[in-house]
């Protein structure tokens, strides 16, 4: 799913001037995400996180119930996947604001 929203957000990007989308203006760019990211039947929470000038990106995965649903989360930036047992909490990587 990680590598789904990548991809779309490498798309957004290549139409907006190198400038990515929080995860409201990316769906609305390409409805059929909505589908895969507002499920509940993939146990995770999805969110994109962006730097203050939109030109850099995280996309996270969170268990919707730590223990339950996961034990890890998940993030994406451009250096690639990353996860790790967070105790259900999400990640704060370095340069992205939470909304």
């Known amino acids: 799913m990680l590598l789904i929203v990548a991809q779309a957000e490498a798309a957004y ?3 907006h001037g190198g400038a990515y989308a929080d995860l409201a203006a990316l ?3 390409k409805p059929a995400l909505k589908d895969d990211v507002e499920s509940d039947t993939l146990g995770y929470t999805f969110s ?3 730097s203050r000038d939109a030109k850099a990106y995280a996309v996270e995965a969170v268990p919707a119930r730590y ?3 996961g034990r890890l989360s998940y993030y994406m930036d451009a250096t690639g996947h990353k996860s ?3 105790n259900g909490k999400p990640f704060t990587p370095p340069g992205v604001k939470r909304p």
């Open 13 to 15: 990007a290549a139409q």
């Open 27 to 29: 769906v609305a760019s």
């Open 48 to 50: 994109i996180l962006l």
């Open 67 to 69: 223990g339950h649903t």
């Open 84 to 86: 790790k047992d967070n």
